[in-house]
C-alpha cells in the first residue's frame, strides 16, 4: 500500500501549475466567449446560454457531428482488429523484431501536415503512384478533390496507414509479457489457436488494448491537421469534420460565441464517451 | 510460421509507399513530376535539397522546429519526475482525481485551444518565441510523461527507497543517485513520446509563431499555397522531417512498445 503523505502536493506541485496554467486559463477564454455576444469594438454582452441552444439546434453542428462520429466509427472498427493480428503475427525474437518496429513507428513521427501533404502527393490523379495506378492500370475513375465518396476513403486509409502502428505496438507490448510456459500448457492441453487467442492472449492484452482504443478515440474524435490539408473539408463539406468546422466558425468567420460554445459542447462528449467506455472496461476489475 | 510472415511484410509495404513516393519526388526535377508520371526518378537532382539548405527561411524552420521540440521534452521530463514519483508512492488528498485531471488535457481538441492560447501568449509576452511553443506543448506532454514514468516507477520495489533512506541518503541525493538509474528506461520512453508529439504537432505550434520561431511544418505549408505548389521543394522538406524521428526511433526502439503498456490508465 502506498502511505498516506500530503508531501506528494509538493512533488505535484510543478506539473499541476504548468499544466492549469495551460489549460485552465485558455479553458475560462473559451468558457467567457460562449455566453457572450460581441457587435465588434471589443464590446461584449451577456448571452446567456442562448450559443449552446443555437449550436445543439443547427443542422450543420449534426452534421458534421455526424461525420465525425461516422469517421471514428470507421478507423477503430478497421484499425483495433488490424492491429491485433498484425501484433499477432510478427515475430517475437531476432533480427526482425527492431526492423519491424522501427518500419512500423516511422508514420508515428511524422509531422501531421506532412503527412497531408504526403498523400496528397500520392494520390495526385494523374501524376501520384495511387492516383495513377487506380486511373491507369486499374481503370478505376478516382479523383478524390471531385469525389465525395473517393475523398472518404482517402482519408479513412490515410488514418489507418498513420495510427494502425500504434495498436500494432501497444498489443506488441501486451503479447511480448506472456510467459512462454502459458503456451507450453496450451500446448500439452491441445488448446485450438483460438481457444489460444481468446484464453491467453486476449486477456493479457485487455489493457492495453483499453488503453489503445481510448488513444485512438480520442485523437481521432479531435483530429484536424492531416484531413485538412489531404481534402480541405471537401469536397463540399463532404469531409468536414468536427474541429474542421470549428476552426472555421472560430477563425474563419470569427463567431467566437458560437464557435466557444461548440468547443465546450465537443469537448465535453469527448470526455464522457471516454469516461464511458473506460468505466465499462474496468468495471469488471474492481470486483 | 513462414506463413504468417506474410501480414507483417505486407503492412510494412504499405506503410512504405507513400514514402517512397515522398523520398522520390523529392530528387525529381519539377518538369519530371508535372509532365507526366514517372516511377522512378529519370533525372536525378539536388536542386530542392539545395534550396532547402542554402535558404535561411527553410534551414531555420529546422532549427526552430528542434530548439522547442527540445525545451519541451526537457521542461514536460523534469517536472513529470517528482510528480510521477509521488503518485507512485504517496497517497495524498485528490490524488486520483488529479490524476484523471491531467489526463482529460490529452482530450482537448487542440484546435479549440488555439484562439484563447494566442491570446494568452500574446498578453504574457512570449509570442513568437520559442519557449511559448514548449509551454504550450506542456498540455498533453506533461500528462503523457506522468503517465508513462508512474508505470515505471510502480515497478520499482518501495524497499529500494527505503533501504537507501536507512543507508542514510538525503531525498534528492537517494532519486539523483539511486532512484533515476534504476528507470532510466522509462526516462528514455517518456523522452521519446514528449519528442514525438511536440515534433508532429502544428495547429498550436504555427498558432503561436510568427517569424523568429516558425516551425519547419509552417514554413512548408506556406510555400505549398503561395510558390505555386512546387512539390519538388514540398517533397524534400517532407522528406528531411522525417529522419530526426527516425533516429530518435532507433534509439528507443526496444522500448516504445513497453512505454505505453506498464503505464495506468
Not at chain 2, 89 to 107: A, E, P, S
Not at chain 2, 227 to 235: F, I, K, M, V
Request: aromatic residues 16%; contains cysteine; glycine residues 6%.
Amino acid at each position: 500500500m502506498r502511505k498516506v503523505n500530503q508531501k506528494g502536493w509538493f512533488f505535484v506541485l510543478p506539473v499541476l501549475a504548468l499544466v492549469a496554467f495551460n489549460a485552465l486559463v485558455p479553458m475560462m477564454t473559451v468558457v467567457n466567449y460562449s455566453v457572450q455576444e460581441t457587435f465588434g469594438n471589443n464590446q461584449f454582452f451577456w448571452h446567456g446560454l442562448g450559443w449552446f441552444q443555437d449550436i445543439l439546434r443547427s443542422e450543420r453542428f449534426h452534421a458534421s457531428l455526424g461525420r465525425q462520429a461516422l469517421f471514428t466509427f470507421m478507423i477503430l472498427v478497421i484499425e483495433v482488429p488490424l492491429g491485433v493480428i498484425i501484433a499477432l503475427s510478427m515475430p517475437r525474437k531476432g533480427i526482425w523484431v527492431p526492423v519491424c518496429l522501427v518500419t512500423m513507428a516511422l508514420p508515428l513521427l511524422i509531422p501531421w501536415n506532412v503527412i497531408g501533404a504526403m498523400w496528397n502527393i500520392f494520390t495526385l490523379p494523374d501524376i501520384g503512384l495511387l492516383g495513377y495506378l487506380m486511373n491507369h492500370v486499374l481503370g478505376v475513375n478516382y479523383n478524390m478533390t471531385q469525389d465525395p465518396v473517393a475523398a472518404w476513403i482517402t482519408v479513412i486509409v490515410m488514418d489507418v496507414w498513420h495510427w494502425t502502428s500504434l495498436v500494432v505496438l501497444l498489443c506488441y507490448a501486451g503479447l511480448v509479457s506472456i510467459p512462454d510456459a502459458y503456451y507450453q500448457a496450451a500446448k500439452i492441453d491441445g488448446a485450438s489457436n483460438w481457444s489460444v487467442f481468446r484464453y491467453i492472449q486476449l486477456p493479457k492484452m485487455k489493457q492495453v488494448l483499453t488503453i489503445a482504443v481510448l488513444l485512438r478515440f480520442m485523437d481521432s474524435f479531435n483530429v484536424y491537421t492531416e484531413p485538412f490539408v489531404l481534402t480541405g473539408g471537401g469536397p463540399g463539406n463532404a469531409t468536414t469534420l468536427l474541429s474542421i468546422d470549428l476552426v472555421k466558425i472560430a477563425l474563419g468567420q470569427f463567431d467566437l460565441g458560437p464557435a466557444a460554445a461548440m468547443s465546450l459542447i465537443y469537448f465535453a462528449i469527448t470526455l464522457f464517451v471516454s469516461w464511458l467506455f473506460y468505466t465499462l472496461m474496468t468495471r469488471n476489475d474492481t470486483q | 510460421m513462414k506463413k504468417r510472415a506474410i501480414i507483417p511484410i505486407l503492412y510494412i509495404v504499405f506503410l512504405m509507399l507513400p514514402i517512397y513516393w515522398l523520398v522520390a519526388m523529392s530528387f525529381k526535377t519539377t518538369q519530371e513530376i508535372l509532365g507526366g508520371f514517372s516511377l522512378f526518378p529519370r533525372v536525378w537532382t539536388l536542386a530542392s535539397y539545395k534550396t532547402i539548405f542554402t535558404d535561411p527561411t527553410w534551414y531555420w524552420g529546422y532549427i526552430n522546429s528542434i530548439i522547442y521540440v527540445t525545451m519541451n521534452t526537457v521542461i514536460s521530463v523534469t517536472v513529470a519526475l517528482p510528480a510521477a514519483y509521488a503518485f507512485s508512492r504517496y497517497r495524498f488528498l485528490g490524488d486520483k482525481q488529479l490524476f484523471f485531471w491531467l489526463l482529460t488535457n490529452r482530450m482537448a481538441p487542440a484546435a479549440v485551444f488555439a484562439l484563447p492560447f494566442f491570446q494568452l501568449y500574446s498578453a504574457i509576452g512570449l509570442f513568437d518565441t520559442h519557449i511559448a511553443v514548449a509551454l504550450a506543448h506542456c498540455l498533453f506532454n506533461i500528462p503523457l510523461a506522468v503517465w508513462i514514468l508512474e508505470g515505471f516507477m510502480r515497478g520499482v520495489p518501495k524497499e529500494l527507497d527505503e533501504t537507501a533512506f536507512v543507508d542514510g541518503y538525503s531525498f534528492p541525493r537517494f532519486f539523483v543517485q539511486v532512484f533515476l538509474p534504476t528507470i532510466k528506461a522509462g526516462v528514455g520512453v517518456a523522452a521519446f513520446f514528449c519528442f514525438m508529439f511536440s515534433w508532429v504537432e502544428l495547429l498550436l505550434a504555427k498558432t503561436l509563431t510568427a517569424v523568429y520561431a516558425k516551425p519547419i511544418a509552417a514554413t512548408m505549408t506556406r510555400t505549398a499555397s503561395s510558390a505555386g505548389y512546387e512539390l519538388g521543394l514540398l517533397a524534400a522538406a517532407g522528406t528531411l522531417t522525417i529522419i530526426p524521428g527516425a533516429i530518435v526511433i532507433w534509439f528507443v526502439r526496444n522500448y516504445i512498445a513497453k512505454g505505453f503498456a506498464l503505464g495506468r490508465v
